[in-house]
C-alpha cells in the first residue's frame, strides 16, 4: 500500500494557487509529503491556512490531507474554515468513534480511506505481526517510523519483534525504556537459567532443569497480554534444547516438546526432522513412517536417505524385541501350563517315551517288571562291549551309554517311578513328584461329587462344618 498519492493533488492545487509564495509553500508540502515528513507538511498546511483561509481549493486540499492522515478530531475543530459537508462530517465522526473502541478488525476497515493515520497504521502493524505476516509488517512499521519514530508504541513495536527474533539484549534494553520492569527480570532471569544450564553434563540432568523451566514459563505465555507472548521466542528455544538433548542422549519423553515446536511451525523442516527421529527414539515407528511419508517430498535428498535407512534399522531392531517378547511370552505360557498341568498330576508328555528310557532298553511301555530286567542286563552288556572297543580304538573311556542304560534301569524298574514317568513327569524332579503326590492325596477329579472332597476335610459324607459368625450392634 502506497504512503500517500498526493502528487495529483498538490500538482492540481498548484494550478489554482496564484500567489507565488502560495506556490512555493504547497511545493514544499509536496516535496515533505514525497519523503515521508506529514509532520512538516501538516505545519505549513497551518501556515498556509491562515493566510489564505478563504482559498477553496486549499482548504479542500487540507482536508482531504487531513483525512488521509486520520487526523479526524482536527478536521472537526476546522469544519466551518475548511467548509466540509454534513456527511463528511458524519463520516468523520463515526470513524473518531471506531477508533475509540480500540477493536483493531474495525479500525483495519478505515485503512484504506486514511493510509497515513498513526493510530490506523499501528492497527495494522499489530494485526499483521501477530499472524505472523512479516512482508506486511514490515511495510507498515516503516510507515510508522516516518510517521513518528519517537512514539512509544513504535518503540513497544519495535522490542516486540527483537524479542520475537531472539535478540534479546535489544529487546530488553527498549522495555526497560519503557518500564516495563517486571517483563525485564522474568526475561533475565529465564536467560540466565539458560545459559546455567547449558553448563551441566549429565544428559538426563540437564533435559529436567530445561522441562522444569519450560514448565514455569507456560503460566507467562498463557497469561501474557501479547500475542505473540513476549516469552515465546524464549519458550521456543528452549523446547529445541529439550528436543536436542533428547535426540543426543537417546532419552524417552522428548516427543512431547518435538510436538508443541511442530505443531507452532508446522512448515519447519527441522521440527519435523527431529520429531520423527525422536517417534524413532520411542519405538513409535508408525507415526515415523506417516509423518515421513507426509513431508517426503519437501525433504532434501540426502535427509530422505538418513531418514529413510533410520527408520529402517529400527524397524528391524523393533521386530527383533517383539520377536524375543513374543518367545519369552510363550516360554512363560507353556511355563505356566506345565505347571498347571503338574499340580493336577498331568504333563504334555503323558504317554511319551520323552528320555527315552524305553527306546534306551529296548522294550515297549508295557513291559512287566522281569522283562524290563532282562532288558537291562542285556543293554548294560552291549553298552559295555561298545565301551570297550571305543577305548581300543580310540584311547578314550566314554561311560555315557552304560550310564544312559543304568538311568533307565532306575526309573522304570521302580514301579513309583515308571508310573510317574508314564504320566509324563519326571521323576528326578522334586516339583513335579511332589505336585503329583499332594493331587493322589486330595484328588478333587476322582470324586463323584462335591460331599466326597468335603468329608476328606471334615470328616465324612454327610459331615457339618461350623462356622463362626460375627454381629455388630
Same mark, same amino acid.
Given at each position: 500500500?502506497?504512503?500517500?498519492?498526493?502528487? $495529483?493533488?498538490?500538482?492540481?492545487?498548484?494550478?489554482?494557487?496564484?500567489?507565488?509564495? !502560495?506556490?512555493?509553500?504547497?511545493?514544499?508540502?509536496?516535496?515533505?509529503?514525497?519523503?515521508?515528513?506529514?509532520?512538516?507538511?501538516?505545519?505549513?498546511?497551518? +501556515?498556509?491556512?491562515?493566510?489564505?483561509?478563504?482559498?477553496?481549493?486549499?482548504?479542500?486540499?487540507?482536508?482531504?490531507?487531513?483525512?488521509?492522515?486520520?487526523?479526524?478530531?482536527?478536521?472537526?475543530?476546522?469544519? !466551518?474554515?475548511?467548509?466540509?459537508?454534513?456527511?463528511?462530517?458524519?463520516?468523520?465522526?463515526?470513524?473518531?468513534?471506531?477508533?475509540?473502541?480500540?477493536?483493531?478488525?474495525?479500525?483495519?476497515?478505515?485503512?484504506?480511506?486514511? @493510509?497515513?493515520?498513526?493510530?490506523?497504521?499501528?492497527?495494522?502493524?499489530?494485526?499483521?505481526?501477530?499472524?505472523? #505476516?512479516?512482508?506486511?509488517?514490515?511495510?507498515?512499521?516503516?510507515?510508522? $517510523?516516518?510517521?513518528? $519514530?519517537?512514539?512509544?508504541?513504535?518503540?513497544?513495536?519495535?522490542?516486540?519483534?527483537?524479542?520475537?527474533?531472539?535478540?534479546? /539484549? !535489544?529487546?530488553?534494553?527498549?522495555?526497560?525504556?519503557?518500564?516495563? /520492569? =517486571?517483563?525485564?527480570?522474568?526475561?533475565?532471569?529465564?536467560?540466565?537459567?539458560?545459559?546455567?544450564?547449558?553448563?551441566?553434563?549429565?544428559?538426563?540432568?540437564? &533435559?529436567?532443569?530445561?522441562?522444569?523451566?519450560?514448565? =514455569?514459563?507456560? @503460566?507467562?505465555?498463557?497469561? #501474557?497480554?501479547?500475542?505473540?507472548?513476549?516469552?515465546?521466542?524464549?519458550? $521456543?528455544?528452549?523446547?529445541?534444547?529439550?528436543?536436542?538433548?533428547?535426540?543426543?542422549?537417546?532419552?524417552?519423553?522428548?516427543?512431547?516438546?518435538?510436538?508443541?515446536?511442530?505443531?507452532?511451525?508446522?512448515?519447519?523442516? %527441522?521440527?519435523?526432522?527431529?520429531?520423527?527421529?525422536?517417534?524413532? *527414539?520411542? =519405538?513409535?515407528?508408525?507415526?515415523?513412517?506417516?509423518?515421513?511419508?507426509?513431508?517426503?517430498?519437501?525433504?532434501?535428498? =540426502? *535427509?530422505?536417505?538418513?531418514?529413510?535407512?533410520?527408520?529402517?534399522?529400527? /524397524?528391524?531392531?523393533?521386530?527383533?524385541?517383539?520377536?524375543?517378547?513374543? &518367545?519369552?511370552?510363550?516360554?512363560?505360557?507353556?511355563?505356566?501350563?506345565?505347571?498347571?498341568?503338574?499340580?493336577?498330576?498331568?504333563?504334555?508328555?503323558?504317554?511319551?517315551?520323552?528320555?527315552?528310557?524305553?527306546?534306551?532298553?529296548?522294550?515297549?511301555?508295557?513291559?512287566?517288571?522281569?522283562?524290563?530286567?532282562?532288558?537291562?542286563?542285556? &543293554?548294560?552288556?552291549?553298552?559295555?562291549?561298545?565301551?570297550?572297543?571305543?577305548?581300543?580304538?580310540?584311547?578314550?573311556? !566314554?561311560?555315557?551309554?552304560?550310564?544312559?542304560?543304568?538311568?533307565?534301569?532306575?526309573?522304570?524298574?521302580?514301579?513309583?517311578?515308571?508310573?510317574?514317568?508314564? %504320566?509324563?513327569?519326571?521323576? +528326578?524332579?522334586?516339583?513335579?513328584?511332589?505336585?503329583?503326590?499332594?493331587? /493322589?492325596?486330595?484328588?478333587?477329579?476322582?470324586?463323584?461329587?462335591?460331599?466326597?472332597?468335603?468329608?476328606?476335610?471334615?470328616?465324612?459324607?454327610?459331615?457339618?462344618?461350623?462356622?463362626?459368625?460375627?454381629?455388630?450392634?
Amino acid at each position: 500500500m502506497k504512503i500517500i498519492d498526493i502528487t $495529483k493533488m498538490v500538482a492540481f492545487a498548484l494550478c489554482v494557487v496564484c500567489e507565488a509564495d !502560495d506556490v512555493q509553500t504547497m511545493n514544499r508540502i509536496y516535496d515533505c509529503c514525497t519523503r515521508g515528513k506529514f509532520s512538516e507538511a501538516e505545519r505549513m498546511y497551518e +501556515e498556509l491556512l491562515q493566510n489564505t483561509k478563504n482559498n477553496k481549493r486549499i482548504n479542500h486540499e487540507y482536508a482531504e490531507f487531513l483525512y488521509k492522515m486520520g487526523k479526524y478530531q482536527r478536521i472537526i475543530e476546522l469544519k !466551518d474554515i475548511l467548509k466540509i459537508t454534513k456527511e463528511r462530517e458524519d463520516e468523520v465522526k463515526q470513524n473518531i468513534a471506531v477508533i475509540k473502541t480500540g477493536v483493531n478488525k474495525n479500525i483495519l476497515r478505515l485503512l484504506d480511506k486514511s @493510509p497515513n493515520s498513526f493510530e490506523i497504521v499501528y492497527a495494522a502493524a499489530v494485526n499483521a505481526f501477530e499472524k505472523g #505476516d512479516r512482508t506486511r509488517f514490515y511495510g507498515y512499521f516503516n510507515r510508522l $517510523k516516518s510517521l513518528n $519514530k519517537d512514539d512509544n508504541r513504535v518503540i513497544l513495536l519495535q522490542a516486540r519483534l527483537n524479542m520475537a527474533d531472539g535478540q534479546y /539484549q !535489544d529487546g530488553i534494553r527498549l522495555f526497560e525504556k519503557l518500564g516495563h /520492569q =517486571n517483563f525485564v527480570e522474568y526475561a533475565k532471569l529465564f536467560l540466565d537459567k539458560i545459559a546455567s544450564f547449558n553448563s551441566i553434563s549429565s544428559g538426563k540432568e540437564k &533435559a529436567q532443569h530445561f522441562v522444569r523451566l519450560y514448565n =514455569n514459563m507456560v @503460566p507467562l505465555l498463557i497469561k #501474557d497480554r501479547y500475542k505473540p507472548s513476549l516469552y515465546t521466542r524464549i519458550a $521456543k528455544d528452549v523446547l529445541e534444547k529439550i528436543v536436542e538433548i533428547c535426540l543426543n542422549s537417546a532419552i524417552v519423553g522428548g516427543v512431547a516438546y518435538s510436538n508443541k515446536l511442530l505443531y507452532s511451525d508446522p512448515g519447519n523442516l %527441522k521440527h519435523v526432522i527431529n520429531h520423527i527421529r525422536l517417534l524413532l *527414539v520411542e =519405538n513409535r515407528v508408525r507415526e515415523a513412517v506417516y509423518l515421513f511419508k507426509e513431508k517426503k517430498s519437501e525433504l532434501p535428498k =540426502n *535427509v530422505r536417505v538418513f531418514l529413510t535407512d533410520l527408520i529402517e534399522r529400527k /524397524q528391524k531392531e523393533v521386530e527383533e524385541e517383539q520377536k524375543k517378547q513374543r &518367545a519369552e511370552e510363550q516360554r512363560r505360557r507353556e511355563q505356566r501350563e506345565r505347571r498347571r498341568r503338574a499340580q493336577m498330576g498331568k504333563s504334555d508328555n503323558a504317554g511319551k517315551d520323552f528320555k527315552e528310557y524305553y527306546k534306551t532298553l529296548a522294550i515297549k511301555k508295557d513291559a512287566k517288571e522281569k522283562e524290563i530286567k532282562k532288558a537291562w542286563k542285556k &543293554a548294560a552288556k552291549k553298552a559295555q562291549i561298545a565301551m570297550a572297543k571305543k577305548e581300543r580304538e580310540t584311547g578314550e573311556k !566314554d561311560e555315557t551309554p552304560l550310564k544312559r542304560v543304568n538311568k533307565a534301569w532306575e526309573i522304570l524298574g521302580d514301579p513309583e517311578k515308571k508310573e510317574l514317568y508314564d %504320566k509324563g513327569l519326571d521323576p +528326578e524332579n522334586p516339583q513335579e513328584s511332589a505336585n503329583y503326590q499332594y493331587q /493322589q492325596q486330595f484328588n478333587f477329579d476322582g470324586f463323584d461329587d462335591f460331599d466326597e472332597i468335603v468329608s476328606q476335610f471334615f470328616g465324612g459324607r454327610g459331615g457339618q462344618r461350623t462356622f463362626r459368625t460375627f454381629s455388630f450392634h
